[in-house]
């Protein structure tokens, strides 16, 4: 199975603009379902962006929609988060996920997780 590491996490002000990535090692990168969630103190994981294998279908939660974007490159084995117009609300710890349970936001669809960068958005 792959592993997973995320990186790109940092500090912004709100307004601001993160690109998160996600290198996968391991074999069959393009066969799996792909997510990014993320979790906040005190505060249940939440799916922000999911995206099928080939990269084709996307699905977000109403909360990020038209301000996150989910892409892949299966060329490079990466995973990416375009984040734009932050706000303090999107503060947590981002993991990317990878499944083979199609699209979901459920994190028991997903059996493979990395160690996850932090996203700090100040007002």
């Known amino acids: 199975q792959v592993q997973l590491v995320e990186s790109g996490g940092g500090s912004v002000q709100a307004g601001g603009s993160l690109r998160l990535s996600c290198a996968a090692s391991g074999d069959s990168y393009s066969s799996y379902y792909m997510g990014w969630f993320r979790q906040a103190p005190g505060k249940e994981r939440e799916g922000v962006a999911a995206?099928?294998?080939?990269?084709?279908?996307?699905t977000y939660p109403d909360s990020v929609k038209g301000r996150f974007t989910i892409s892949r490159d299966n060329a490079k084995n990466t995973l990416y988060l375009q984040m734009n117009n932050l706000k303090p609300e999107d503060t947590a710890m981002y993991y990317c996920?990878?499944?083979?349970?199609?699209?979901?936001?459920?994190?028991?669809?997903?059996?493979?997780w990395g160690q996850g960068t932090q996203v700090t958005v100040s007002s």
């Open positions: 995206i099928s294998g080939g990269g084709t279908t996307t």
């Open positions: 996920a990878a499944g083979r349970n199609g699209l979901s936001f459920r994190s028991t669809s997903y059996n493979v």
